[in-house]
């Protein structure tokens, strides 16, 4: 869908053409023209003064009952034995937004084997955590896990449910959204409770320029994932419960199965869980350069980042890649050489507690964001940062 243009009122004034984010119109004579990039944003539609723009009638989704819904719910993402970190993060958010509203705040854990996963997440804030431990749960599936929370949601009713915007969150949860006919808010960085009640679900759009908050009235339950890093964990110790949960074993279903699951092997920490990230862009010429930083992230026992353009030439894997469209990260010391500061990479990483930024362009973007900025010819500076820091930790 897109705007509509009331070719009687248009005027082909331009206005409209000027304020358009994603450049989906144009004015080529007597009337404006909407090309499908149209993200029906509603900024044309503000500024017309004549009124000759308008966005197509939508419907409200499926009937509910609102009443019907209650309490806060973190989907507790589980991986070869261990709860995911963010889900700690979510469960944090959930215990915050459930007391707003004085409902009941819960943990989901799917998986096999779970053992004392669950008692760990009663630490953090949940009132209850519903368990389901079944074999074909052991490793992910788009289809059983979807199934597993669709069904556990149409029994238990959550107004609210959260999940991590990790490759497991992005890949299944909106299949979720779509079976119960409800809305989803993906990337979120912030979240809170409206006058009315309503989840507020804050995320960066049109590349980072624009904070947006989206709401979901019409759909239960209101769905959002939230990138990792962005949530502070916080150690709540609740007296709360544990719900084991049998489903139905149609549930478990699934036309895929896993024979083996071989995890990526890294010389240096994990991207999404490291406190410190060194990254490389395109300025490091070619794949050979892009040793330093994998050097460096070892001396700082740290993990390795790429700008696109680096992924992209093949220098470091796609897993490895920061940015609007790889990994939304947020380390307490962020260092970025070679890296001119596109606003795709900014936004995946603008969240870091401390920026370094080297480059030889004085005028590079990367220096709008960064704590500290050296400009130097990174072949220079990078070298002899190495050995000093090899020096102090002789």
Known sequence: MKALIDLEKCTACGVCQ??????????????????????????????????????????????????????????????RGTVHRVSYELLSAARRLADKKGVECAAVLLGENLGAAAEELLRYGADVVYVVDHPALKDFTDEAYSRCLVELVRDKKPEILLAGATSMGRSFIPSVAAMLQTGLTADCTDLDISDEGLLLQTRPAFGGNVMATIICPHGRPQMATVRPRVMRPEVQPRNGRIERVVLPEDVFRTRVQILEVIPEEDTTAKLSEADVIISGGRGLQKAENFRMVEELARLFKGAVGASRSAVEEGWAPVSHQVGQTGQTVSPTLYMAIGISGAIQHIVGMQGSKIIVAVNKDPDAPIFDVATCGVVADIFEFVPAFIERIKRAGA
């Open 18 to 79: 000027d304020v358009c984010p994603v450049g989906a119109i144009s004015v080529p004579e007597t009337h404006a023209l909407v090309s499908d990039d149209c993200t029906l944003c509603g900024m044309c539609v503000d500024t017309c003064e004549f009124q000759a723009i308008r966005l197509p009638e939508v419907g409200t989704g499926a009937v509910f009952d609102a009443a019907a819904y209650r309490g806060v719910w973190a989907f507790a993402e589980w991986r």
